[in-house]
């Protein structure tokens, strides 16, 4: 039986957008809207979407870079969502992150060695001489000489920069890791490499991944589950294969039928969702899928949909199935 080992329930993140007008209320941007899952120990959860459905700023909640307005993040057992400062502090040596830029996310003003064991100074881990030591491990382990602990960001290419942050998010051997977009911004040859790299060290260090794309390849070859979200809401969690093999949701059909089929000689329908993407600022009042489905019923524009199960560990949003 599988360990559970994080779960969300009903989180949502809203933000205030300042009206142009003077003295007019701001409106309210729900970019993350009643979302609920489970993670277990060991697997990666893939979250996929399109640009602004939430999946980012979904990620940041789970390690309270962006604090939740409603719902629970529940890390073995224990409720994490209103820790103060000091708890807050111990509990991210469990749950680390990996962000999207590369470039971005490392302090050109210092060497890659103060970058790695900067986490492990603030927690108080170890002497000086074991910092180093364990600096130039994590950097052998992540593909990358020891030698290159003296040199600065700027010296190194993307993919090896990448590695860098992962080898900075192991440093304090964490249990759960979420992954913001990577790969996105590497060449597709150097993807592989640090997909597979990935993929050691969960096996090694039997970690647990989020890893959040809108590269529906990368999500299918990493991913062990799959959850599909369209402006801040999930529409649809199942198995990989489940998904790939048989969406259930019509947004979720899109998606799949858009990527290119792997033989020439496959004949793949492509499923068209037309009409504009809702504001987020003023969704329908039933589903927010509606006003591009092609699915589309009376239902579907009145009443909110709710996860159903279809099959074992599938689940779907959608007034197609009962």
Do not use: W
Not at 77 to 106: C, W
């Amino acid at each position: 039986m599988r360990k559970e080992i994080l779960e969300i329930k009903n989180l949502s993140k809203v933000f205030d957008i300042k009206s142009k007008r003077l003295f007019e209320k701001p409106a309210k941007l729900k970019a993350v809207n009643d979302v609920s899952f489970k993670v277990f120990e060991g697997e990666t959860l893939g979250i996929i979407g399109e640009s602004g459905c939430g999946k980012s700023t979904l990620g940041k909640a789970i390690i309270q870079l962006n604090k939740a307005n409603e719902g629970k993040i529940i890390y073995k057992g224990n409720d994490i969502t209103h820790l103060n400062k000091k708890e807050l502090r111990a509990m991210r040596k469990d749950i680390q992150m990996v962000f999207q830029d590369p470039y971005s996310s490392l302090d050109p003003r210092k060497t890659i060695l103060d970058l790695i064991k900067e986490p492990m100074i603030i927690h108080n881990i170890g002497s000086s001489e074991e910092r180093n030591k364990r600096v130039k491990e994590l950097l052998v382990e992540v593909g990358l000489d020891a030698m290159h602990s003296t040199r600065y960001p700027h010296e190194f290419s993307g993919g090896q920069r990448q590695r860098i942050n992962v080898a900075r998010a192991l440093a304090l051997n964490p249990k759960v890791i979420v992954c913001d977009e990577p790969v996105s911004a590497l060449d597709v040859s150097v993807q592989a490499q640090v997909l597979n790299m990935l993929k050691g060290l969960q096996k090694k260090y039997n970690l647990t991944y989020i890893f959040i794309s809108h590269d529906l390849g990368v999500v299918k070859y990493i991913s062990d589950r799959i959850v599909i979200m369209y402006l801040g809401k999930i529409v649809e969690i199942g198995n990989s294969d489940d998904i790939y093999n048989s969406p259930k949701h019509p947004y979720t059909e899109a998606l799949f039928s858009a990527i290119p089929p792997e033989s020439p000689f496959e004949k793949k329908e492509t499923v068209v969702l037309k009409g504009d993407i809702p504001s987020p600022l003023n969704l329908p009042a039933g589903c927010a899928l509606s006003t591009r489905c092609h699915k589309c019923m009376d239902k579907c524009k009145k009443e909110q949909p709710i996860l159903k199960r279809v099959g074992d560990n599938h689940l779907v949003s959608c007034h197609l199935y009962k």
